[in-house]
C-alpha cells in the first residue's frame, strides 16, 4: 500500500481496532485460529459465528470437488476463510487493510496451512488482470468505500470465467440514515442489482436467507433493532460469456 494510502486509512484502522478489542474479538490460543468458523461455547461472538459456519458449508458445498483454484479472499481479517480454503488445496491469497497479530492478517502465523498476505486497499488490489478463479468478499463487502469501484477492480482481476462471491454481508431492503460521524456500512439489494447492471455483471443467488423471512420472528428482531433486520443472502457475480 502507497505511504499516502496508508495514512488516509490510518484513522479508519485505529478505530476499527479499538471497537474489535473491546467487543473481545480474538484469542492468545492458536487452536482457538485453526478451528475457525467453529468457537468455544463461551465465545461472546458465538451465535455470529454459527452463522458463518453455516454459510461456509454452503460455500464449500458450492465449490464442489473443484481443486486448486487460484482464490483471493478480500477483507479476509485474520485469515480464518483463507486457512480453510488452502486446507483443501485451493492457492490462496488474503487481503485486508490490517495486518495485527490478533484480528488482522498476522493471525497468519496461526495457522499450518500457507497462504499468501496483502495489505490493501479493495480498490486498489496488487494484482495482474485475469489472476483468479474466484474473488471471495467474506463478510466484507459492506466495508468498501465505493461499491462500484470495488466490483470493478474485483472484475478486473478475474479469469474470463471466474466469479465473485459474496457472504456474510448485511443486505436491507431499505438504506438506513446514520449520524454524519458514523459510517455507513450497509447495502441494499437495490444497490447491488444496479451496480450489476451498470458493469454488466450477471447476478446468481446460492443462498437467499430464507430462514429470514419468517413473519413473526422478522417483526420481533425489528422491534428490538428499531428498524429492519439484516438480510445475509449468498451471490455470485460474473461477467458474461464472450461470444
Not at 42 to 65: C, L, Q, S, T
Not at 70 to 79: C, Q
Request: one cysteine or more; aromatic letters at 12%; proline letters at 7%.
Amino acid at each position: 500500500m502507497l505511504p499516502e494510502r496508508e495514512k488516509y486509512f490510518a484513522p479508519f484502522r485505529e478505530q476499527y481496532q479499538r471497537t474489535r478489542a473491546q467487543e473481545r474479538w480474538g484469542a492468545d490460543n492458536e487452536n482457538y485460529y485453526r478451528a475457525l468458523p467453529r468457537v468455544p461455547r463461551d465465545d461472546p461472538h458465538r451465535a455470529m459465528w454459527r452463522i458463518r459456519e453455516k454459510n461456509f458449508r454452503r460455500v464449500i458445498a458450492w465449490i464442489g470437488a473443484a481443486t486448486s483454484l487460484r482464490v483471493l479472499d478480500v477483507g479476509a481479517g485474520n485469515g480464518w476463510l483463507a486457512n480453510q480454503l488452502a486446507a483443501r488445496g485451493h492457492r490462496v491469497a488474503a487481503v485486508d487493510l490490517r495486518d495485527d497479530a490478533r484480528d488482522g492478517l498476522g493471525a497468519r502465523r496461526n495457522y499450518f496451512f500457507a497462504f499468501e498476505c496483502y495489505q490493501a486497499e479493495f480498490e486498489r488490489l496488487p494484482f495482474a488482470p485475469a489472476q483468479f478463479d474466484l474473488v471471495i468478499f467474506n463478510a466484507s463487502l459492506h466495508y468498501a468505500a465505493s461499491l462500484a469501484e470495488t466490483l470493478q477492480e474485483a472484475s478486473r482481476i478475474l479469469a474470463p470465467i471466474g466469479k465473485i462471491l459474496l457472504v456474510d454481508s448485511p443486505f436491507y431492503s431499505h438504506s438506513i440514515t446514520q449520524s454524519p460521524n458514523r459510517p455507513n456500512y450497509f447495502l441494499t439489494f437495490d444497490q447491488l442489482n444496479r451496480t450489476a447492471r451498470e458493469l454488466n455483471l450477471n447476478i446468481e443467488i446460492i443462498f437467499a436467507d430464507a430462514e429470514w423471512h419468517k413473519r413473526a420472528r422478522r417483526k420481533i428482531i425489528a422491534r428490538k433493532l428499531g428498524r429492519e433486520p439484516a438480510h445475509f443472502p449468498i451471490y455470485t457475480l460474473q461477467s458474461p460469456p464472450v461470444p
